[in-house]
């Protein structure tokens, strides 16, 4: 079973940059698929980012193309978000997630972290 943790959140102005971080407890991270999510209260869960087993790009959401990269170090067992140009509308709490299918779909993953809140205020 993969463990999940993810770190970086917190309190960013509108235009401000932050970058997240999700580690991984084992070395078969280099096996799974991930994706990061986000989830703004009263909203469902949606996909920010995919990222194959290897490193390549399969999905950014059009609301954050050209403004985030999703990325990992396999050998470190880590996930990567880098979000720049941030706006209000980015305040949710973000989760990584590793299945073993490159999906959007929250349902095709198997493991969660607990997430880490980012609230940009303007």
């Known amino acids: 079973q993969v463990q999940l943790v993810e770190s970086g959140g917190g309190p960013v102005q509108a235009g401000g940059s932050l970058r997240l971080s999700c580690a991984a407890s084992e070395d078969t991270f280099s096996r799974y698929h991930m994706g990061w999510f986000r989830q703004a209260p009263g909203k469902e869960r949606e996909s920010v980012a995919t990222?194959?087993?290897?490193?390549?790009?399969?999905y950014y959401a059009d609301s954050v193309k050209g403004r985030f990269t999703v990325s990992r170090d396999n050998a470190k067992n880590v996930l990567y978000l880098q979000m720049n140009s941030l706006k209000v509308e980015d305040t949710a709490g973000y989760y990584c997630?590793?299945?073993?299918?490159?999906?959007?779909?929250?349902?095709?993953?198997?493991?969660w972290g607990q997430g880490t809140q980012v609230t940009v205020s303007s």
């Open positions: 997630a590793a299945s073993r299918l490159i999906s959007i779909n929250p349902k095709d993953y198997q493991y």
């Open positions: 990222i194959t087993s290897i490193g390549a790009i399969a």
